[in-house]
Nanobody, 124 residues
Framework: VQLQASGGGAVQAGDSLRLSCTFS????????LAWFRQSPGKESDFVAA????????FYADSVKGRFTISRDSAKNTVYLQMNNLKPEDTAVYYC??????????????????WGQGTQVTVSS
């Protein structure tokens, strides 16, 4: 499975961005897509996830109410709409795909394939 992320950029605090992640055909069932992010010198953190079939969504507390994850099945694409961006959102954002059980939905171990990352920079 290949994933291609795009949509990052440099914005001001309070601005919005929409990230996209398009993936190739998936051979396993009941998969989920997720976004993680990594800032320099820090570990990668979970941002949001969506179960593809049910559209059930999950968010990190730090982005709840500001970010929205969604998907377009016809385009094999998952989106991350990011509103009211803050400087602390600055990171490389990675999309990933896997078949995590509920306890793994926020963990790297739940995902098998990863995209190349897209940089988001938010200045104050």
């Amino acid at each position: 499975v290949q994933l291609q992320a795009s949509g990052g950029g440099a914005v001001q605090a309070g601005d919005s961005l929409r990230l996209s992640c398009t993936f190739s055909d998936v051979s396993f069932n009941r998969y989920s897509l997720a976004w993680f992010r990594q800032s320099p010198g820090k570990e990668s953190d979970f941002v949001a996830a969506i179960r593809w079939s049910s559209r059930t969504t999950f968010y990190a507390d730090s982005v709840k109410g500001r970010f929205t994850i969604s998907r377009d099945s016809a385009k094999n694409t998952v989106y991350l709409q990011m509103n009211n961006l803050k400087p602390e959102d600055t990171a490389v954002y990675y999309c990933s795909i896997g078949a995590p059980i509920n306890s793994q939905i926020r963990a790297h171990s739940g995902y098998y394939y990863w995209g190349q990352g897209t940089q988001v920079t938010v200045s104050s």
